[in-house]
């Protein structure tokens, strides 16, 4: 089974709906971030978490809202979905504590691929 | 600044040997990762970064210049499934948040 989990993994939506993506990990780690990623942009950073208690805006936070539920589940909400936010969206996670001299390692889920018409 | 700069395409041949550059802005420089992205897939942890000199997995091998902002990644003994997105990215500060390059597309030719 997949450590990281996304759903769905592609959805069509219209302009002005609301849409959630979910992510969850069995991986066991603490921080958890969401990323978008449009053709020749390379990776952007939405918002992230270090904890449950714990959530950062990041580079593009401006049209979404996140849930961080429980330290295994990090949901990413678009309230009202525009044309310009389609694209494929990874969440990922890593852990703060150090494994084999580097810590924070970040490992993606599959991705959304979401459209907005 | 954040800029990642790595080429956007590259090209090479089966078997041979293929270096891909990334350079950055060294202001608070805390590591440096690769990344594989195969075409509508997940990106993968490759190789990792935080002191000079070349780090070596197998095929493939990082090195990174901190005092001159530089990484490549060296892939030896191409094969056709190295065909795939590479992505540069640079971990800055305590926040230790991920800054990506755009990527380079690397085309492994028969």
């Known amino acids: 089974d997949a450590d990281v989990t996304q759903t769905p993994r592609n959805r069509i939506t219209k302009t002005g709906k609301r849409i959630m993506l979910e992510c969850s990990q069995t991986k066991g780690h603490d921080r958890m971030y969401w990323y978008r990623q449009d053709p020749g942009l390379g990776l952007r950073l939405i918002y992230y978490s270090f904890d449950v208690k714990d959530i950062n805006k990041g580079e593009i936070s401006d049209g979404y809202s996140v849930s961080r539920q429980a330290q295994a589940k990090f949901s990413l909400s678009l309230e009202s979905a525009i044309p310009n936010q389609t694209a494929l969206y990874f969440c990922?996670?890593?852990?703060?504590?150090?494994?084999?001299?580097?810590?924070?390692?970040?490992?993606f889920g599959p991705g959304t691929r979401l459209t907005v018409l | 600044g954040q800029n990642i700069d790595q080429p956007t395409e590259m090209t090479a041949t089966e078997g041979a040997i293929v270096q891909i550059n990334c350079t950055y802005q060294?202001?608070?420089?805390?590591?440096l990762f690769w990344y594989q992205q195969h075409a509508g897939e997940a990106p993968t942890f490759l190789s990792y970064?935080?002191?000079?000199g070349l780090e070596e997995k197998g095929r493939f091998s990082s090195f990174l210049s901190r005092s001159k902002g530089y990484s490549y990644l060296l892939l030896k003994e191409l094969q056709m499934k190295d065909s795939a997105s590479y992505l540069c990215?640079?971990?800055?500060?305590?926040?230790?948040?991920?800054?990506f390059g755009s990527g380079t597309q690397l085309t492994v030719l028969p």
């Open positions: 970064n935080v002191l000079d």
């Open positions: 990922a996670t890593s852990d703060s504590r150090t494994s084999g001299g580097i810590t924070d390692t970040q490992y």
């Open positions: 060294t202001s608070g420089f805390n590591g």
């Open positions: 990215a640079v971990r800055r500060g305590s926040a230790r948040q991920l800054t």
